[in-house]
């Protein structure tokens, strides 16, 4: 079994309240009676995308007791957040990275489009993808933006464009196991290409669904978690809020 943590939309600015949610997600998966395997942080880490704030995360993150896996969202800028966050060299190419936690391979996976809200993944990044899934080893894909609808309308307009790109590689390699993605602002689960589907709560704040009723943004709700358990090719996910 591999037990996972998954957080998301931290949109780390500097302000008081980004940093004292960040904080307590940070003290709760470190007061676990367990602890997780991993932390996945699927994007819209820093919010505007600025070496400072990277700086802070890196410092968040800094007395984890478990590997962080990060990959960027439309918020994040890929040459400062490889500089001040994962301490590489500044470049704009695609932040890919592959992880292995417990027999489990975790892509994360860089679908930014630089200066835009919505995602894609370009060919590199596509072709990296493939070079990965050679082998038969259960493999999670994490990246920000859902490649479904979440039906929330502002949400729904900047999703992970063209996502038959990502289809495709997900029905041809049966050892995927699931993908996992955040920029919704609202845990949700649905199903991609014959697998599920899992969207990260928002450390920062969470969208209200039409039904609902009222803002678009809901600035009281807790920040959540969501975790994963992986056993063999089959996954069990649970949503909590801290």
Not at 64 to 78: K, M
Not at 117 to 136: A, K, S
Request: with cysteine; glycine share 8%.
């Amino acid at each position: 079994m591999v037990l996972l943590a998954q957080i998301s939309d931290l949109h780390l600015d500097g302000s008081e309240r980004a940093t004292a949610r960040a904080r307590r997600v940070m003290d709760y998966l470190n007061g676990l009676a367990q602890p997780v395997d991993a932390l996945l942080v699927t994007g819209d880490i820093a919010d505007h995308g600025t070496e400072s704030e990277y700086e802070e995360v890196s410092r968040l993150l800094a007395g984890a007791g478990f590997p962080v896996l990060t990959c960027p969202g439309n918020h994040d800028v890929r040459a400062p957040f490889r500089k001040a966050l994962l301490d590489e060299e500044p470049s704009d190419g695609p932040v890919n990275r592959l992880h292995q936690v417990g027999g489990v391979n975790i892509l994360m996976v860089d679908g930014i489009v630089p200066a835009h809200d919505h995602g894609f993944l370009d060919d590199e990044t596509v072709g990296w993808i493939l070079d990965h899934l050679r082998d038969q080893t259960p493999t999670l894909i994490a990246l920000h933006h859902p490649p479904v609808p979440v039906h929330e309308p502002l949400i729904d307009r900047i999703l992970l464009h063209d996502p038959d790109r990502l289809s495709a590689i997900v029905e041809a390699h049966p050892q995927v196991i699931a993908v996992l993605t955040g920029h919704a602002h609202t845990a949700c689960a649905s199903s991609f290409a014959g697998r599920p589907i899992i969207v990260s709560p928002a450390v920062t704040y969470a969208v209200r669904l039409p039904w609902e009723g009222g803002s678009f943004d809901n600035w009281d709700q807790p920040p959540g978690v969501a975790f994963h358990v992986v056993e063999g090719t089959r996954i069990t996910t649970h949503f909590r809020s801290v």
